[in-house]
C-alpha cells in the first residue's frame, strides 16, 4: 500500500469535509501529490496538486475558493480540506503521486501519476 487515504463521507449542500492521504515513501521535493475525482458516467477530473515539501499549489477552477489542498511534512500527509460542497463535488476522490513538478496542465493529465490510492467516497446531498 503506497497511498493511504482517510476521510469523505456524506454532507449536507453547504458542509465541509476534510480527506488525508498518508503518502509514505512519495513524501519528497521530487514528487507532485494530489487529489483526482470522479463521479459516476464522468471521466477522471483533477482537483489540486501540491508539490510535497514546496508551497506551490494548484487547484481546478470548480474548486477554487472552496478547496484547500495543504500538507504536514511531519507526518507525511497531504490534506484536502472542501468547503461550501454542492452536488457537484460528489464523486470518488482519489490521492494521486508522480515524480515532477506540479503546473496547471498536470490537472487535465491523470496518466501523469503513477500512483494512486484506493479512493474515498464523498457524498453530497
Known amino acids: 500500500v503506497q497511498l493511504v487515504e482517510s476521510g469523505g463521507g456524506s454532507v449536507q449542500a453547504g458542509g465541509s469535509l476534510s480527506l488525508s492521504c498518508e503518502v509514505g515513501r512519495f513524501a519528497t521535493a521530487s514528487n507532485c501529490i494530489g487529489w483526482f475525482r470522479q463521479a459516476p458516467g464522468k471521466e477522471r477530473e483533477g482537483v489540486a496538486v501540491?508539490?510535497?515539501?514546496?508551497?506551490?499549489?494548484v487547484y481546478a477552477d470548480s474548486v477554487k475558493g472552496r478547496f484547500t489542498i495543504s500538507q504536514d511534512n511531519a507526518k507525511n500527509t497531504v490534506y484536502l480540506e472542501m468547503n461550501n460542497l454542492s452536488p457537484e463535488d460528489n464523486g470518488m476522490y482519489y490521492c494521486?503521486?508522480?515524480?515532477?513538478?506540479?503546473?496547471?496542465?498536470?490537472?487535465?493529465?491523470?496518466?501523469?501519476?503513477?500512483?494512486w490510492g484506493q479512493g474515498t467516497q464523498v457524498t453530497v446531498s
Open positions: 501540491i508539490a510535497f515539501g514546496a508551497v506551490g499549489t
Open positions: 494521486v503521486a508522480g515524480a515532477g513538478y506540479c503546473y496547471a496542465g498536470r490537472l487535465l493529465r491523470p496518466n501523469a501519476f503513477g500512483y
